[in-house]
């Protein structure tokens, strides 16, 4: 299927590694241009090396300054904005509410939902002059159930899908389509770390942990990066151009997360 992509103009948060440098790679095999920020300066300089296509700025989402900067590099690298894609996460701390450190829930949501303001007040005023505008917040399959011991990660990703919402409804007058993609149980570093967490905070076997994870799965399957990268690349197409406002669960049927 030829998505009509090429050309087109997309930043991509945390682009580095994991889910936001699966996507890049895939825009970029479709031939669309592509500008990746992340907090981790020796990451971004391996993703150069593997992926010259790829220009960067090193850039903390929850930093409105270095923000600030990496759309000054952006715009000044593409000539101007199609997507953006707002990627970056962290997991947050794993823990009861009342054990959970102040600080650690101030950074959970700066990142994962303040974060998607400060790349998106400066994305819009770029996006209107696109004929093919497109922003895809990542969400989680946290943001629509209950996550016990993960509050301010859950607190943040069903912040993402009013975001998402709002966004949507506000923007679509001008051509702008947004939407949410929540992830499951996707395979990679992230969530053996998550599993790990988990694992400790409850005093139980990684292994059981993983498995009653993928239990709670309808398809009793993880989800891979590329999956999450073709359901992003389809919304960013013109063949996506009337799907807007939409919280997109790609998890295999994720039934809980207790
Ligand atoms: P990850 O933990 O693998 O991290 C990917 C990149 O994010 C890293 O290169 C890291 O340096 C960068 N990063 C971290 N904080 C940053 C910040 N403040 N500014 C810029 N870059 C930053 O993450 P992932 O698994 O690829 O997840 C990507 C998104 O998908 C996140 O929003 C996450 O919450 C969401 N998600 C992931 C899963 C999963 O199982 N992996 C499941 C549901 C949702």
Redesign the pocket.
Known sequence: MDLGIAGLRVLV?????????EVARAFVEEGARVHA????EA??SALGESDPAVTSTV?????RDAVGRLFEDALSTLGGLDVLIN?????GPTGPVDGIEPADWDDCL???LT?QFNCTRLAVPHLKASDNASIVN?????GKFGFPLRTP?AAA?WGVIGLTKSLAAELGPHGIRCNA??????E????E??FEARARANNMDVARVRASAVRNVSLRT?VT?RQ?ADQILFLCSPRGRTISGQAISIDGDTQSLS
């Open positions: 948060t945390a682009g580095a590694s994991g889910i936001g440098r920020c992340d907090v981790d990451m971004l850039a903390d989402v929850a930093d990627n970056a996460g962290i997991a700066a990142v994962c974060g990542l969400s989680s399959a946290a990660y990703k993609i929540l992830p499951g149980l996707v990679g570093d992230r969530i770390r998550v993880m990066a999450l």
